[in-house]
């Protein structure tokens, strides 16, 4: 098992930063692959970015391609979505999720079944 918390979320303006983190605690992190999704009020939770195990793979969904981009730290047990040049369509709580997978694998998923942990979400707004 694995424990994900996610942290960094918060309010900033169209055109700004933020960087949100995602800690994991429990098994080897090097063995998940790792997503970040969100949900907006009223709509589904959508898949935004993800990263395999061995961090060599990484995907993102076409309306953050250019803007976001996801890292891994597998000493510090971490994931980070850093988002540049916000627009208010990205107000959502964002969730991070842990798939078991294996050390060394290159393997990313966008698909919300394919994952088997989920942190509790973290909020962000951008205001126009």
């Known amino acids: 098992q694995v424990q994900l918390v996610e942290s960094g979320g918060g309010s900033v303006q169209a055109g700004g930063s933020l960087r949100l983190s995602c800690t994991a605690s429990?098994?080897?992190?090097?063995?998940?692959?790792m997503g970040w999704f969100r949900q907006a009020p009223g709509k589904e939770r959508e898949f935004v970015a993800a990263i395999s195990a061995s961090g060599g793979g990484t995907g993102y969904a076409d309306s953050v391609k250019g803007r976001f981009t996801i890292s891994r730290d597998n000493v510090k047990n971490t994931v980070t979505l850093q988002m540049n040049s916000l627009k208010p369509e990205d107000t959502a709580v964002y969730y991070c999720?842990?798939?078991?997978?294996?050390?060394?694998?290159?393997?990313?998923?966008?698909?919300?079944?394919?994952?088997?942990?989920w942190g509790q979400g973290t909020q962000v707004t951008v205001s126009s």
């Open positions: 999720a842990a798939r078991d997978m294996f050390s060394g694998s290159n393997s990313y998923f966008n698909r919300r079944s394919a994952y088997n942990y």
């Open positions: 429990g098994r080897t992190f090097s063995t998940y692959a």
